[in-house]
């Protein structure tokens, strides 16, 4: 028989259809709460049961034991508090006994919380006993202090749906629809291994190693909810799943993705994780080093132990009722051609690894990743989602005064560009912009600001699809600059280059007369005369055309962009 859940029972808290179908009509008149990310990814476990025993979000009582002991107050083990925030104005409006309407961000309404307690925790205290410290490094903290409602819901749910997901459907199972397919196939000893990292070959080797120790069959079910910020997407993440899957042995592996909101909190996290396996099923879980650990913390020290999941794990194997596999990372050794236990490595053995810093290295520069690390089926996904720097999309920010040369630059680095670049370039200069995009726009720090915002955003989106973005403005002011800078950093590269052309040469040259006319007070507010520039202090470049000809503050621009693999 299959393991049985955490509680002995599977709280599936699903309506059935006709009571759901029920209370959907009646949650559109109650408060209406829309879940964040977290919260969403919360409610779908506890609503699968993959959270049992809890049956809703925790209460007061629930909530002070498991922050202290690891325990509900009925004394079951449960480390990870699973908690509704909200802001004050919202739990101030709920009357006595309220329920809510818990809605996606569609407005769809997934279940409704009959509100037992409303409560302030100590988030503080929180911080501190959960995760053991209040370093906002740690991204379960930062989250936890600074972006979480100072108030929360505790309470029973009823469920009306479950969270929409369009993606990857076929991988995504309930607890039930995963114990019913192991039960189908004949699986009753599954080891269960948990990743939110691409998957090398170093991690099938582990793996395979823990299933053939313990006889059993392996379920690699990696967290697609939310990981740790900056981590690989989980569309990439699941198609380097996909194509390892392939290299394991047949009947021996499956593959499905659970919807959790890591917290990051290593080995209180770890225990949870091992909870939330037994409820789909599995009768082992693999613990590896520094399990679900946040890295460094702001003076460069791990948050935990790297062992320390594993000791907590093995501490409470027996009532947890799955079993804990620990296990030493992998390294290969070359002399061996095979992958083994670093603490079974001896003297003779030449010991190679490529970090994740080192693989990423690699992919910005298109350098080979060989095959002892990962599979070329794999590798060529990485490589889809992350093209070396000279196939990316980056912006070209030139921003100085009117008549420092910024178009005819442009204009000379885009043309050297089109010489050999396969990429599609766009450029964005500051008179052209102001006839269509920013059309009706003047020059109040408003209207400049909004001319910046537009450009930043039309040249993330250039860059998001693998273009080159050349901006030509004055951006005279340094928080929209910085603006444009964030907007267009989440794609890819921003470029900024600051032609500091002073003053009196731009006045000097006055190629529109425009100096003269502001000198004139026929134009008023012109940047430079009587309109502030704010000096950027940092731009990747700088260049003056009074002191350069243009062709080689081009030359500049581009051996810059070449030094960066950029062209
Ligand atoms: S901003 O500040 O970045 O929004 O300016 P930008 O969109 O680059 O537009 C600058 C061009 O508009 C002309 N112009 C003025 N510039 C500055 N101040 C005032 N008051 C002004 N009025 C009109 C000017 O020709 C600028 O073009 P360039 O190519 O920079 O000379």
């Not at 759901?20 to 008149?29: F, G, I, N, Y």
């Amino acid at each position: 028989a299959l393991v049985a859940p955490h509680g002995g029972v599977l709280r599936e808290l699903y309506l059935p259809s006709a009571e759901a179908e029920a209370l959907k009509r009646h949650s559109a008149s109650l408060p209406q709460w829309t879940l964040n990310q977290r919260q969403l990814c919360d409610l779908e476990l506890l609503l699968n049961g993959g959270f049992s025993p809890l049956q809703g979000f925790l209460v007061r009582t629930d909530y002070d034991r498991v922050v202290a002991e690891m325990r509900l107050a009925d004394g079951s083990l449960w480390p990870i508090p699973i908690t509704l925030d909200v802001d004050e104005a919202f739990a101030a409006s709920l009357p006595d006994h309220a329920q809510v309407s818990l809605n996606d961000t569609q407005g769809t309404p997934l279940a409704v919380l009959t509100v037992q307690d409303v409560y302030f925790p100590d988030r503080i205290a929180e911080a501190r006993s959960v995760f053991g410290t209040t370093d906002r490094t740690h991204p379960g903290v930062a989250e936890l202090l600074d972006r979480t409602g100072s108030v929360y819901l505790g309470g029973r749910l009823q469920g009306i749906q479950p969270p929409a997901h369009y993606d990857f459907t076929a991988l995504r199972h309930s607890p039930r629809q995963l114990r019913d397919w192991f039960r189908q196939h004949g699986w009753y000893r599954i080891v269960a291994f948990q990743t939110r990292n691409p998957m090398h070959r170093a991690h099938r080797e582990l793996t395979l190693r823990a299933a053939g120790q313990v006889g059993a069959k392996l379920l690699i079910q990696p967290s697609v909810g939310r990981t740790k910020p900056g981590d690989v997407d989980h569309y990439t993440r699941v198609r380097c799943y996909r194509a390892l899957l392939e290299h394991y042995p047949k009947e021996h592996a499956t593959l499905s993705l659970l919807p959790l909101a890591m917290r990051m909190g290593g080995p209180r996290e770890a225990l949870w994780h091992a909870i939330i396996r037994k409820n789909y099923g599995a009768s082992h879980f693999i613990v590896g080093r520094d399990h679900a650990g946040p890295g460094k913390d702001a003076h460069g020290n791990p948050f935990y132990d790297p062992y320390a999941a594993q000791q907590l794990l093995a501490q409470h194997e027996h009532e947890l009722g799955i079993r804990i596999v620990p296990f030493p990372a992998m390294v290969y050794a070359a002399n061996r051609d095979a992958y083994l236990p670093q603490n079974e490595v001896d003297a003779q053995d030449e010991i190679r690894d490529i970090s994740g810093t080192e693989l990423r290295r690699r992919l910005h520069h298109g350098e080979a990743i060989p095959e002892w690390f990962t599979f070329p089926d794999v590798t060529r996904i990485l490589r889809e989602r992350h093209p070396a720097n000279a196939r990316q999309g980056f912006a070209l920010f030139f921003t100085g005064l009117s008549g420092s040369g910024k178009s005819t630059l442009a204009q000379a680095v885009l043309a050297r560009l089109l010489e050999t670049a396969s990429r599609p370039v766009t450029v964005l200069d500051g008179d052209e912009v102001r006839r269509h995009l920013s059309k009706g726009l003047g020059f109040s720090r408003e209207d400049r600001d909004a001319n910046i915002t537009r450009i930043g955003y039309v040249a993330s989106e250039v860059v998001r699809h693998g273009g080159i973005a050349i901006c030509a403005p004055i951006a005279p002011y340094a928080g929209a600059r910085a603006e444009a800078r964030q907007l267009v950093q989440t794609q890819g590269r921003f470029v900024e280059v600051h032609v500091s052309t002073p003053l009196e040469i731009c006045e000097a040259r006055d190629r529109k007369g425009l100096y003269a006319a502001a000198r004139a007070g026929k134009i008023k507010g012109f940047t430079g005369i009587d309109d502030p520039y704010e000096t950027p202090a940092s731009p990747e470049l700088r260049v003056d055309t009074s002191q350069v000809s243009v062709d080689e503050a081009a030359e500049r621009v581009i051996a810059w962009l070449r030094a960066e693999d950029l062209a």
